[in-house]
């Protein structure tokens, strides 16, 4: 598995777009997912660097949809679209994974509260 996320980000670096056919949702999602994971591991003690709390509606948000952009967009997603409308339309999918991705989190966070107190010890009669 490993492998073959390796080589579709080798292709992707080699500056020519991914031609296999397949749709980079799920690559991107991965990316996405990791992404959102460490900016917020990454970007909470930074958050004292700054004496405004709107800064981090930019950093949380931005990184990830950026990099799940930045993936769309060299893919093979819909090559003959071009121009405003393609981007647009992977800007919005991008946004769509990133809400995925935010709700994921959050029944992740949910689930892991739930068993932390569900079988914490010393509970009982």
Do not use: K
Not at 6 to 32: H, K, M, W, Y
Not at 42 to 71: D, Q
């Amino acid at each position: 598995m490993w492998s073959v996320l390796l080589n579709r980000f080798r292709a992707l670096n080699q500056g020519e777009p991914e031609t296999d056919g397949r749709p980079p949702v799920g690559i991107s999602l991965l990316a996405c997912l990791a992404c959102f994971g460490i900016v917020f591991a990454v970007a909470r003690p930074a958050e004292a660097l700054f004496s405004t709390g709107w800064i981090e509606l930019l950093y949380y948000p931005l990184l990830p949809v950026a990099v799940t952009f930045m993936i769309l967009y060299r893919s093979c997603w819909h090559p003959e679209i071009t121009g405003a409308p393609r981007t647009c339309s992977l800007l919005l999918l991008s946004s769509v994974i990133f809400c995925g991705v935010f709700l994921a989190w959050g029944m992740m966070l949910a689930t892991g509260c739930f068993f932390a107190i569900v079988f914490q010890p010393n509970m009982g009669p």
